[in-house]
T-cell receptor, first 116, second 114 residues
């Protein structure tokens, strides 16, 4: 079975703190892709990153960084020096070549609240 | 501008009154899909389409229908809506049939069934 678990339902931090959002996935496939999406209060889904299963290099984009570890089946997302505009629901998602639907399997999301 | 559009964005209706949510993409994408988003459950796939006239069920297809008569359009039909279909709906498209492809999402349709 394929599954994505985001155990943190809600995280609240004060602005400028660093925060890490956890994502753990399950799949038997050896080729798969992991995604992070942001959903701000306005409701749209904003693509943040895609990572394939053969590339375990960490990725950094400005204040955002992602740590992919196949050994623990995790793809965690860190925001450094958080800002109020980072407040949103963040989703981790999985797509595998075994899935003929080519669908994204989504975690339940983590609501991130950044307080000024 | 490359985009996926959905209409309406908000809809309040009553049980049993047929409705259609339209979805259109201008990127010539082959793959299109519908998801529903519910609190604590993330997004779940309702139906998907690999190409014109090719559609298939996702994980939660009960109570929904779709059609794909043209490449750009993929409407979601609720023949007899019920309150448990109250949800936030997203249409998505992607260039081809690959788990690699990024899916582009519409702005969402918030549906309330009374």
């Amino acid at each position: 079975a394929q599954k994505v678990t985001q155990a943190q339902t809600e995280i609240s931090v004060v602005e400028k703190e660093d925060v890490t959002l956890d994502c753990v996935y399950e799949t038997r496939d050896t080729t798969y892709y992991l995604f992070w999406y942001k959903q701000p209060p306005s409701g749209e889904l904003v693509f943040l990153i895609r990572r394939n299963s053969f590339d375990e290099q960490n990725e950094i984009s400005g204040r955002y960084s992602w740590n992919f570890q196949k050994s623990t089946s995790s793809f965690n997302f860190t925001i450094t020096a958080s800002q109020v505009v980072d407040s949103a629901v963040y989703f981790c998602a999985l797509s595998t070549t075994m899935d003929s639907n080519y669908q994204l399997i989504w975690g339940a999301g983590t609501k991130l609240i950044i307080k000024p | 501008e490359a985009q996926v559009t959905q209409n309406p964005r908000y809809l309040i209706t009553v049980t049993g009154k047929k409705l259609t949510v339209t979805c259109s993409q201008n990127m010539n994408h082959e793959y299109m899909s519908w998801y529903r988003q519910d609190p604590g459950l993330g997004l779940r796939q309702i139906y998907y389409s690999m190409n014109v006239e090719v559609t298939d069920k996702g994980d939660v297809p009960e109570g929904y229908k779709v059609s794909r008569k043209e490449k750009r359009n993929f409407p979601l039909i609720l023949e007899s809506p019920s309150p448990n279909q109250t949800s936030l709906y997203f249409c998505a498209s992607s260039p081809g049939h690959s788990s690699y492809n990024e899916q582009f999402f519409g702005p969402g349709t918030r549906l309330t069934v009374l």
